[in-house]
């Protein structure tokens, strides 16, 4: 049986704390939120767009809100043309409401932006779809998404999304684009 030293035993009872905070967040909704869906959409066709000042563009892309996601996964292959993100709903009697969605990312474009905010309207009763489009290669980071809904300074929802290399995601990428890519 393996005896641990004493140096190594006080190494390891001192690292536990930290391992436990070092472990990701869990994605959540509070009331009046209701998560109905997270994941990806293959192809978004835009139905117009926007202004959204706070965004690297300073506008985003509106799309069909009925869309359902093609697939459910917080992994998301960096690939232009991919979209994910939330949809979600406003439980019943909760009325009408403007919203802050909040993404926030590695750094990205010449500026290293980190965050991204645009107010969306809720109408009590209709889901709402909203999504970050892989459009241009400087969007193409790794790591940490975090999609947030906020209202007043609370947070309602936030949704956890990890971005992977291409490589790393190849059963996405063969749901959306076929077996060609898993070749």
Same mark, same amino acid.
């Given at each position: 049986?393996?005896?641990?030293?004493?140096?190594?035993?006080?190494?390891?009872?001192?690292?536990?704390?930290? /391992?436990?905070?070092?472990?990701?967040?869990?994605?959540?909704?509070?009331?009046?939120?209701?998560?109905?869906?997270?994941?990806?959409?293959? =192809?978004?066709?835009?139905?117009?767009?926007? !202004?959204?000042?706070?965004?690297?563009?300073?506008?985003?892309?509106?799309?069909? =809100?009925?869309?359902?996601?093609?697939?459910?996964?917080?992994?998301?292959?960096?690939?232009?043309?991919?979209?994910?993100?939330?949809?979600?709903?406003?439980?019943?009697?909760?009325?009408?409401?403007?919203?802050?969605?909040?993404?926030?990312?590695?750094?990205?474009?010449?500026?290293?932006?980190?965050? !991204?905010?645009?107010?969306?309207?809720?109408?009590?009763?209709?889901?709402?779809?909203?999504?970050?489009?892989?459009?241009?290669?400087? !969007?193409?980071?790794?790591?940490?998404?975090?999609?947030?809904?906020?209202?007043?300074?609370?947070?309602?929802?936030?949704?956890?999304?990890?971005?992977?290399?291409? /490589?790393?995601?190849?059963?996405?990428?063969?749901?959306?684009?076929?077996?060609?890519?898993?070749?």
């Amino acid at each position: 049986m393996p005896v641990l030293r004493p140096t190594a035993l006080a190494a390891c009872l001192l690292a536990w704390p930290c /391992l436990a905070v070092a472990a990701p967040a869990q994605s959540y909704a509070h009331e009046p939120v209701v998560m109905i869906d997270h994941g990806i959409i293959c =192809q978004v066709t835009p139905e117009g767009s926007r !202004e959204a000042p706070d965004t690297i563009m300073g506008a985003i892309n509106l799309v069909g =809100q009925n869309r359902e996601m093609d697939i459910t996964t917080r992994v998301v292959p960096a690939k232009t043309g991919i979209s994910f993100g939330v949809k979600f709903t406003l439980l019943p009697g909760a009325g009408d409401r403007d919203v802050t969605v909040i993404v926030t990312h590695p750094p990205m474009g010449p500026e290293g932006i980190t965050r !991204e905010t645009w107010v969306a309207p809720l109408a009590e009763g209709r889901n709402s779809l909203n999504l970050f489009t892989f459009e241009y290669p400087y !969007e193409l980071v790794t790591g940490e998404w975090i999609m947030a809904i906020e209202e007043g300074g609370e947070r309602l929802m936030e949704q956890r999304f990890e971005v992977v290399s291409e /490589l790393a995601a190849p059963a996405v990428l063969s749901v959306c684009y076929g077996q060609d890519f898993v070749s």
